[in-house]
């Protein structure tokens, strides 16, 4: 992939020298909560050279790396993505770098004959922000496990259909 320019910041794929970057977005996220680990396992599969199932694409402004979005593809499957997780710092959120960074995101797996992308999330307050970014980046509701993570905190499954391919069953379905 190529480094690709918005005018909010420049996409590209994380090397190395962002694995620091991306653990201190990853513990300020999320510090208060008990997910922590399970990027943490993702982003050890980026930086083990697992790309297939998880790689990242970080967003820089002035050298500085200001988001990043963990995603790969989903193992035993033809064609399906998942999102593992969005960071993006406050001030860069009020300039669409998470909707760039999803955008970056699904033309990499699009790239890699993808035809679907999937994110699961907990159904939580705290998850809120994401919830509302992945709604704007065309993400629907396609099912939810009741009491997932706990009692009262359902697992929400969302899904987007990668254009260019026909429509995936029940993407639709709200």
Do not use: K, W
């Not at 008990?34 to 990027?39: A, W």
């Not at 979005?69 to 193992?75: I, K, Q, R, S």
């Not at 496990?145 to 379905?173: H, K, Q």
Request: charged share 20%; with cysteine; aromatic share 6%.
């Amino acid at each position: 992939m190529a480094p690709r320019l918005s005018s909010a910041a420049t996409y590209r794929p994380a090397v190395d020298g962002d694995r620091d970057v991306m653990r201190a977005f990853v513990a300020q996220d999320l510090a208060t909560t008990p997910y922590g680990v399970v990027v943490e396992y993702f982003l050890h599969l980026a930086s083990d050279g697992a790309a297939n199932e998880s790689r990242a694409i970080v967003a820089e402004r002035a050298g500085t790396v200001v988001g990043f979005v963990l995603f790969g593809e989903v193992a035993g499957t033809i064609g399906t993505g998942r999102v593992h997780f969005v960071s993006v710092t406050s001030s860069a959120r009020l300039d669409g770098v998470g909707t760039g960074l999803c955008e970056a995101a699904v033309a990499d797996l699009r790239s890699n004959d993808g035809r679907l992308v999937v994110a699961e999330v907990p159904d939580e307050p705290s998850f809120l922000p994401g919830r509302t970014l992945l709604d704007r980046c065309g993400f629907v509701e396609i099912g939810r496990v009741a009491d997932y993570f706990r009692d009262n905190t359902d697992l929400v499954v969302l899904a987007r259909t990668i254009p260019g391919d026909t429509p995936t069953a029940g993407v639709d379905r709200a």
